[in-house]
């Protein structure tokens, strides 16, 4: 199990990390949410242990981490960092001998991942060769070579098309499946819903919320109501725990206090002729996440 205890992490006067927390079971995706320059990459590179916290500790199965243990991590960089002169193979052959595994082992699980991902003929390419697409797989390919126990995925889904994204989506389930545990950071808050169990938001460093991704939609009071047929705007707004009515393509969406005043509503949708659908929804990720950075922001 990952374990981040309260890290602080200063770069000169500037507070970048501050006094976070939480940690990341076996076999659990966690997500590590935020705007930019919220402190992602530098928690990442503090787990990976390229730079040090100011302050705090982070351990990984209870042991500090070192180079021992770096060798069972993989890091997928928001940057991609292939070195592009290589073949498929080499690069692969360079980054699990960083890894401490032999020739013979890299070779046999390159094989595998190379047909997992279905790119078998370019094992002997030039990675500069390659499509931006096909090269995410490689460096993909490098970060799960020596099997990680804990895999740090940053942005992994940037620049794929959207078959791509459900390949990528599959091999990491499986890797979950498998029990490795996974810290993934995205600013696609869809991919985040899908995946993460568990997460934490993160702004100017500092975390803003966190917990398991159904106890905070259930916490979050602010539900929605969706409507499609005839209402009127301003007769809605009036009516007791309504926050706001937004027009969309299709239909109305009304968010109200909490679930209790979902029943005014309702009382409102009878008097009107033409209602065709109404339904009671849970927020979604990408509004808690808007919500709560919001708020932070306006403190
Ligand atoms: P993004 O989503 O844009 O990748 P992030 O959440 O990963 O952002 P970080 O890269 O961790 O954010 O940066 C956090 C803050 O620390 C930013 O304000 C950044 O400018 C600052 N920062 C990062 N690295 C350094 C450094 N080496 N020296 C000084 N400041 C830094």
Known sequence: ???????????????????????????????????????????????????????????????????????????????????TKLTVKEQMLFYGALKSLDEKTILKRLDILLKRFDIEEYKERKISTLSKGNQQKVQFISAIINEPKLLILDEPFSGLDPINIELFKSVILELKEKGTSIIFSSHRMDHVELFCEKLVILVKGKSVLEGYLKDIKKDYKIKKIKIEGDVNISDLKKVKGVINVIKTASSYEVNIKDETYAKDVFEYLKTRKNITKFILEEPSLEEIFIAKVGEAYGE
């Open 1 to 83: 199990m990952l374990k981040v205890n309260n890290i602080t992490k200063y770069y000169g006067d500037f507070k970048a990390v501050d006094n976070l927390s939480f940690n990341v079971n076996k076999g659990e995706i966690f997500g590590l949410l935020g705007v930019n320059g919220a402190g992602k990459t530098t928690t990442f590179r503090m787990i990976m242990n390229l730079i040090s916290p100011t302050s705090g500790n982070i351990t990984f199965n209870g042991k500090k981490i070192d180079y021992d243990t770096t060798d069972k991590i993989g890091f997928l960089t928001e940057e991609r960092s292939l070195l």
